[in-house]
């Protein structure tokens, strides 16, 4: 007996490091992992780690400025190792290579490393080593290399002191090895710069300069140099595209009693920023310029300002340490605390963000009652980015958009992409975390939805999470609380059910900056920044079951003024202002599990909801039937 039988052969790869092949017939399918592109890459920096006498090589996930999200010409880490989180450190030695990140990648990263050539370190869990406590067995009294300026001075510092234990040193290695055998790195960003007007920015560029000059003088400083790109952004009142969805300039900049000087590529300036700069008395110099300026400084004995956790190795080689003045950046503080135009900005660009985000969610309602089952985790994502994009004063999405549908909701970090994206499933849960870029503003927002029916157990972890949303913006605080102290309140209803999330609850967000921005925060870690009236911080708990589903709900806060006809101690106390206004979805809610207080709050919530974003759906029916009945009274 004898029959045909057609066989087909596939080479798929899956991501920049792995090659599988399968042979699939109308009986079976297999899939073998038959070539691992990490080996190659791992193979030929252990030749130049040889060629170094180096036991190891440190690759960071920084580019020059210790920024969190970097160009596609920065990400080594990324090419190297396949895993694309913003977080995490690779260590390649001549026998092992290892990667550490932390709990909001766990997920990802098993799913994107090659696990032959690579070892996950998840940071934090206790059987884990340190990357010093790896390197003191793997290079024990060897050489580590790594590229000076993809390394803070801080965490330099830190390494070397614990690796000294060992007989370990950490070795400065100028070439950057992976850039040796990277033979399609993309080039460096050379993206046009635009001015933020005075309407947008509400302090000129030359006023923010002169108050950074009476910081100097106060700390007896005659430079400051700043690298961080947002600050420089900021500082300037520039913004551009060198990299995706940060609206800022590749560049360093220094200021001194008698000069403000912008390290950048002039190829980026058009004649309207060079207009601004030179009316605000900013002088430009060539990026690479830099180092030869700090070497100016460091002759004449000038005491210059930097920040060790933001500027690179390679900025303070240039200096003798009786020169440096080593603190915090004034500029991140400044930043941090918005004016009064900013903070008006940053309300009005939500309103017209949630009036984006209902109507997509309204289309995909639609869309999946009609049946349609070829929406996508990516397709989906493309269309909320066009509903942005009309909104007035767009200028990018703030992040890649998160959407999860089911499972894939339960990685923290979680990032579609095309050839493995999942259909959208009305019966499973939908977590999107997104936000976009205004010349007036930044917004983040996660939103958890069911299109279909939510189990028992949706509902009540769901619930939970709203319990401590509500409970962190509705706390009242003193003057001199950090967002460390007040992390536990948005965690205890979870803990009541034996619930946790592996990340922190709420980070700053810039003003039409990155959506990511310091130095306060709230979370388990200990942040000694207080938080003060002006301050833009996120509230998003969360709750994730590996292989079932995700559920966060993430609103931008802002701190004022709590006014009270007296105090403990005249201290002012203060309180949160929510200016995120996008409906949280009530069919997903225990009701027996709310109290009155927090009923109300939702209520209260709703209806702000309805009477800001509603007039902007005017036009929209289907979107404002949605709004109205997602926004009714429970």
């Given at each position: 007996?004898?029959?045909?039988?057609?066989?087909?052969?596939?080479?798929?790869?899956?991501?920049?490091?792995?090659?599988?092949?399968?042979?699939?017939?109308?009986?079976?399918?297999?899939?073998?992992?038959?070539?691992?592109?990490?080996?190659?890459?791992?193979?030929?920096?252990?030749?130049?780690?040889?060629?170094?006498?180096?036991?190891a090589?440190i690759?960071?996930?920084?580019?020059?400025?210790?920024s969190?999200?970097?160009?596609?010409?920065?990400?080594?880490?990324?090419?190297?190792?396949?895993?694309?989180?913003?977080?995490?450190?690779?260590?390649?030695?001549?026998?092992a290579?290892?990667?550490?990140?932390?709990?909001?990648?766990?997920?990802?990263?098993?799913?994107?490393?090659?696990?032959?050539?690579?070892?996950?370190?998840k940071?934090?869990?206790?059987?884990?080593?340190?990357?010093?406590?790896?390197?003191?067995?793997?290079?024990?009294?060897?050489?580590?290399?790594?590229?000076?300026?993809?390394v803070?001075?801080?965490?330099?510092?830190?390494?070397?002191?614990?690796?000294?234990?060992?007989g370990?040193?950490?070795?400065?290695?100028?070439?950057?090895?992976?850039?040796?055998?990277?033979?399609?790195?993309?080039?460096?960003?050379?993206?046009?710069?635009?001015?933020?007007?005075?309407e947008?920015?509400?302090?000129?560029?030359?006023?923010?300069?002169?108050?950074?000059?009476?910081?100097?003088?106060?700390?007896?400083?005659?430079?400051?140099?700043?690298?961080?790109?947002?600050?420089?952004?900021?500082?300037?009142?520039?913004?551009?595209?060198?990299i995706?969805?940060?609206?800022?300039?590749?560049?360093?900049?220094?200021?001194?009693?008698d000069?403000?000087?912008?390290?950048?590529?002039?190829a980026?300036?058009?004649?309207?920023?060079?207009?601004?700069?030179?009316?605000?008395?900013?002088?430009?110099?060539?990026?690479?310029?830099?180092?030869?300026?700090?070497?100016?400084?460091?002759?004449?004995?000038?005491?210059?300002?930097?920040?060790?956790?933001?500027?690179?190795?390679?900025?303070?080689?240039?200096?003798?340490?009786?020169?440096?003045?080593?603190?915090?950046?004034?500029?991140?503080?400044?930043?941090?605390?918005?004016?009064?135009?900013?903070?008006?900005?940053?309300?009005?660009?939500?309103?017209?963000?949630?009036?984006?985000?209902?109507?997509?969610?309204?289309?995909?309602?639609?869309?999946?009652?009609?049946?349609?089952?070829?929406?996508?985790?990516?397709?989906?994502?493309?269309?909320?980015?066009?509903?942005?994009?009309?909104?007035k004063?767009?200028?990018?999405?703030?992040?890649?958009?998160?959407?999860?549908?089911?499972?894939?909701?339960?990685?923290?970090?979680?990032?579609?992409?095309?050839?493995t994206?999942a259909?959208?499933?009305?019966?499973?849960?939908?977590?999107?975390?997104?936000?976009?870029?205004?010349?007036?503003?930044?917004?983040?927002?996660?939103?958890?939805?069911?299109?279909?029916?939510?189990?028992?157990?949706?509902?009540?972890?769901?619930?939970?999470?709203?319990?401590?949303?509500?409970?962190?913006?509705?706390?009242?605080?003193?003057?001199?609380?950090?967002?460390?102290?007040?992390?536990?309140?948005?965690?205890?209803?979870?803990?009541?059910?034996?619930?946790?999330?592996?990340?922190?609850?709420?980070?700053?967000?810039?003003?039409?900056?990155?959506?990511?921005?310091?130095?306060?925060?709230?979370?388990?870690?200990?942040?000694?920044?207080?938080?003060?009236?002006?301050?833009?911080?996120?509230?998003?708990?969360?709750?994730?079951?590996?292989?079932?589903?995700?559920?966060?709900i993430?609103?931008?806060?802002?701190?004022?003024?709590?006014?009270?006809p007296?105090?403990f101690?005249?201290?002012?106390?203060?309180?949160?202002?929510?200016?995120?206004?996008?409906?949280?979805?009530?069919?997903?809610?225990?009701?027996?599990?709310?109290?009155?207080?927090?009923?109300?709050?939702?209520?209260?919530?709703h209806?702000?909801?309805?009477?800001?974003?509603?007039?902007?759906?005017?036009?929209?029916?289907?979107?404002?039937?949605?709004?109205?009945?997602?926004t009714?009274?429970?």
């Amino acid at each position: 007996y004898q029959r045909r039988v057609r066989v087909c052969f596939i080479f798929e790869k899956i991501n920049p490091n792995i090659l599988f092949f399968s042979v699939s017939n109308p009986i079976f399918t297999k899939k073998v992992h038959v070539f691992s592109f990490s080996f190659v890459k791992l193979q030929k920096l252990r030749d130049l780690l040889k060629e170094r006498s180096l036991a190891a090589y440190i690759v960071t996930s920084d580019d020059a400025h210790m920024s969190e999200y970097i160009s596609d010409h920065d990400k080594r880490r990324h090419w190297l190792s396949g895993f694309t989180g913003s977080a995490g450190v690779a260590i390649v030695s001549l026998e092992a290579a290892a990667l550490w990140t932390d709990g909001r990648y766990f997920l990802q990263a098993e799913n994107q490393l090659d696990l032959s050539q690579w070892t996950l370190m998840k940071s934090g869990l206790p059987s884990v080593p340190t990357i010093s406590e790896w390197l003191g067995q793997v290079a024990k009294d060897s050489s580590v290399g790594v590229d000076p300026k993809l390394v803070s001075k801080s965490f330099a510092d830190d390494l070397s002191s614990k690796l000294k234990q060992t007989g370990t040193t950490l070795v400065p290695v100028e070439e950057n090895l992976v850039d040796k055998i990277w033979e399609d790195q993309p080039p460096a960003p050379c993206s046009s710069t635009i001015v933020l007007p005075i309407e947008f920015s509400g302090v000129e560029a030359k006023d923010k300069i002169t108050n950074l000059r009476a910081q100097m003088e106060k700390e007896k400083a005659d430079a400051v140099v700043c690298s961080a790109l947002d600050e420089i952004a900021w500082l300037f009142n520039i913004r551009g595209k060198d990299i995706t969805f940060n609206p800022v300039v590749l560049s360093y900049a220094v200021v001194t009693a008698d000069q403000a000087v912008w390290f950048v590529d002039s190829a980026k300036l058009s004649q309207e920023v060079t207009a601004h700069l030179e009316k605000n008395n900013i002088v430009v110099k060539e990026y690479d310029a830099i180092f030869s300026f700090l070497q100016v400084l460091n002759q004449n004995k000038k005491k210059t300002w930097l920040d060790s956790t933001k500027s690179s190795l390679a900025l303070f080689k240039q200096l003798d340490p009786e020169n440096i003045i080593q603190s915090s950046s004034v500029v991140t503080e400044a930043k941090a605390v918005k004016n009064a135009v900013e903070l008006d900005g940053f309300r009005n660009c939500h309103i017209r963000d949630a009036a984006a985000l209902v109507s997509f969610f309204a289309w995909l309602e639609e869309e999946l009652q009609n049946g349609n089952t070829s929406l996508t985790e990516v397709s989906v994502s493309d269309k909320l980015a066009q509903f942005r994009s009309e909104q007035k004063h767009f200028y990018s999405l703030s992040f890649d958009t998160i959407a999860g549908i089911g499972p894939n909701g339960a990685i923290i970090h979680y990032k579609p992409e095309e050839k493995t994206a999942a259909k959208i499933d009305k019966d499973l849960l939908f977590l999107c975390d997104s936000g976009g870029q205004y010349l007036d503003g930044t917004t983040d927002v996660t939103r958890t939805v069911h299109f279909g029916t939510p189990s028992a157990r949706e509902k009540r972890c769901f619930t939970r999470v709203l319990q401590g949303h509500i409970a962190l913006a509705n706390a009242v605080f003193p003057w001199g609380t950090n967002g460390s102290k007040l992390d536990i309140l948005a965690r205890l209803p979870l803990w009541s059910d034996g619930l946790d999330y592996r990340h922190g609850t709420g980070h700053g967000v810039g003003h039409f900056l990155n959506v990511h921005e310091g130095p306060h925060g709230i979370g388990t870690r200990e942040n000694k920044v207080f938080l003060r009236p002006g301050m833009t911080v996120t509230n998003e708990p969360g709750y994730y079951e590996d292989g079932g589903f995700g559920i966060r709900i993430e609103n931008v806060l802002v701190v004022v003024d709590a006014q009270f006809p007296k105090t403990f101690g005249d201290n002012p106390y203060y309180k949160f202002e929510t200016i995120t206004l996008v409906p949280i979805q009530t069919k997903m809610i225990e009701k027996s599990l709310l109290s009155a207080n927090e009923v109300q709050w939702l209520n209260e919530y709703h209806s702000r909801v309805w009477e800001k974003v509603s007039p902007l759906l005017s036009g929209n029916q289907k979107a404002l039937d949605y709004l109205r009945r997602e926004t009714a009274l429970i």
